[in-house]
């Protein structure tokens, strides 16, 4: 068998062990077990179970970051491209719940250096949705009333939620990835409306302070 298929092959069954078992609990042996070679065999290829984890990670990470570009209408207004990438996203997460795991869960709490290898995945979806955000400010009213750090804070929370909301979705039996997506427009792009109005929130305008 060609190396690529069988590093393939490792890749599927230690997502799936990862993803259902949590890091300290997969096992090399049983990695090796759902592939049909020996442990040696898996070792000889990725070196560590770290190693693997890492391959595990940054394939995932690829993987979810090529679907949701994909997904965009280029050229579309820019709501419709945040909402075309949003489904994307919730229907990538969802098919792949054991990767999905991997990349929100795991990497995140496993130590350095699982953390910093799903940051750069975070990164890039961030900086997408920044892109996204400047693009509507300027298609609303031309010189927005938005600095680079409210862009950039408007993206973070975005994405937040976003991510949130995917492991919600994924445990919750019947909402599908275009609900999913409704609920966070819903939510931040009505917000993010009144924004480029010029209409912004203050404690003054409610019933009680922020003490």
Not at 22 to 50: F, H, R, T, W
Request: aromatic share 8%; proline share 4%; net charge negative.
């Amino acid at each position: 068998m060609p190396r690529a298929e069988r590093e393939r092959q490792m890749l599927d069954a230690a997502v799936r062990t990862f993803g259902q078992r949590g890091y300290s609990a997969a096992s090399m042996d049983e990695i090796a077990e759902l592939v049909g070679v020996s442990k040696p065999l898996v070792y000889l290829y990725l070196n560590s179970k770290e190693e693997l984890f890492i391959a595990c990670i940054r394939r995932e990470s690829e993987a979810l970051v090529a679907a949701v570009t994909a997904g965009v209408e280029p050229g579309a207004p820019a709501d419709r491209q945040l909402w075309t990438g949003l489904v994307a996203f919730f229907a990538h997460t969802a098919e792949n719940p054991d990767g999905w795991a991997v990349l929100h869960r795991l990497a995140r709490t496993s130590g350095e250096p699982f953390a910093a290898e799903v940051t750069k995945m975070r990164d890039a979806l961030v900086a997408y949705v920044t892109g996204l955000i400047g693009a509507t400010a300027r298609e609303a009213h031309g010189a927005p009333d938005l600095s680079d750090g409210d862009v950039a804070g408007l993206a973070q929370a975005l994405v937040g939620a976003a991510e949130s909301l995917a492991a919600w979705a994924n445990e919750t039996p019947g909402v599908s990835a275009k609900e999913a997506a409704a609920t966070l427009m819903n939510f931040a792009w009505t917000g993010l409306g009144n924004l480029m109005a010029g209409e912004r929130w203050t404690a003054k305008a409610t019933a009680f302070l922020l003490t």
